[in-house]
């Protein structure tokens, strides 16, 4: 049985997507070895271009967690400020380990804002395509060439 998958042959082939081929090489490697699942999560669909994360935190306060949002990448982690010295518990089920989360967001998702309540971190994205980036009709010209096109269209603007 093969331990890693080959998508050089993909690579060739598909220009552009090497982020996508990144993820799932990753995936691949990290689908052997044991993941730890804390804290658990919810990610849902708010609507076409909109989402969110729902982290289960119990006892973790707002200055205890970070969020830091960089290209492509979501990180939250959280670390417990004291240790509660003085408490004599006979059962601690409620863990409060200190944990790091990463989301791999795609293309042109961005966070627009987290809050803290109930025990439940929540963190809403949304993805907003540049202007530029969105799919446009291309008008077929005669003998005009292309470069030309684009010339009178900058200055039209």
Do not use: C, W
């Amino acid at each position: 049985m093969r331990d890693r998958i080959d998508f050089t042959p993909y690579r060739r082939s598909a220009i552009g997507f090497d982020r996508l081929f990144d993820v799932l090489e990753g995936a691949a490697r990290a689908n052997g070895t044991v993941t730890d699942n804390y804290p658990p999560f919810d990610i849902e669909r708010q609507g076409e271009d909109a989402y969110r994360i729902t982290l289960a935190v119990a006892g973790f306060k707002q200055d205890e967690i970070e969020l830091t949002a960089q290209q492509n990448l979501l990180v939250v982690t959280a670390k417990k400020a004291d240790a509660e010295e003085g408490r004599n518990f006979v059962h601690r089920g409620i863990a409060l380990r200190a944990f790091e989360r990463r989301f791999e967001l795609a293309d042109y998702v961005q966070v627009r804002g987290a809050s803290l309540a109930d025990g439940l971190l929540t963190i809403d994205l949304v993805r907003e395509i540049p202007e530029a980036m969105k799919p446009r009709k291309v008008a077929i010209g005669g003998t005009q060439p292309a470069l030309e096109i684009v010339a009178e269209e900058k200055a039209a603007a």
